[in-house]
């Protein structure tokens, strides 16, 4: 299957998760920006997720995401797939008081995704990671992880695909926001490959330094 075809799949996907978001988790307290998702966001990082969804503020849904992705991800590295035919939520921040939430899922992507020139309409490219793209109700973020963890990986890195999407388009088309979205996004990808002990964290920059593809 063609990368842009795959993409409207995993999108499809991404919009059914959206309509059966996870209800609340443990506890009633609301969570800050720094404490959503089992705490994937310090920082700047923080800063943006609240500059997002207009809230610093947010439900207990996602607990247990980045565990998740990692048995995910290995799982379909084990069985050798050139591709994901689902994905695992690393994280969905919700507004305390409803309506906006972002999500963000991870899954394994195709060799030919980070080769094929076309990229979906309406985004910027960056150099972050082996691709990266910003656009204005969502980022992708595209890094290889040879580790420890996965046998062989020296010789066939585990192809790591990473996604933000917004559940509602609300934020203004702005190159500011467009890379609000990746700082989010590139956050938690990071901590992902730290979490794999990826070689050198997947190549994705620590301190992220945006630098859009001319």
Known sequence: M??????????????LGFMVSA????GDEPL????????????????SLEKLTGATSFEHTVTDGLSDAEKFLKSDYRKRVNWSRSSSTLCVAAREEGGHAIRMDVDVYAPWDVTDEHHPLGV???????????????SDVYFECVSPKLEGSAKRPLRVHASIRMS????????EYREAY?????????????????????????????????
């Open 168 to 175: 509602k388009a609300r934020t203004p088309d702005s190159r």
């Open 32 to 47: 800050d920006a720094k404490r959503v998702c089992g705490g994937l966001f310090s920082g700047q990082a923080a800063k």
């Open 23 to 26: 209800c609340g988790g443990e």
């Open 2 to 15: 063609g990368g842009l075809k795959r993409s409207r799949f995993l999108m499809l996907s991404i919009a």
């Open 124 to 138: 910027d490219a960056y150099r972050v990671g082996k691709k990266a793209w910003a656009g204005v109700t969502r």
């Open 182 to 214: 990746l700082t989010v996004l590139h956050s938690a990808s990071l901590r992902l490959a730290k979490k794999m002990e990826c070689e050198n964290s997947g190549g994705l920059p620590d301190p992220l330094i945006l630098q859009p593809v001319a």
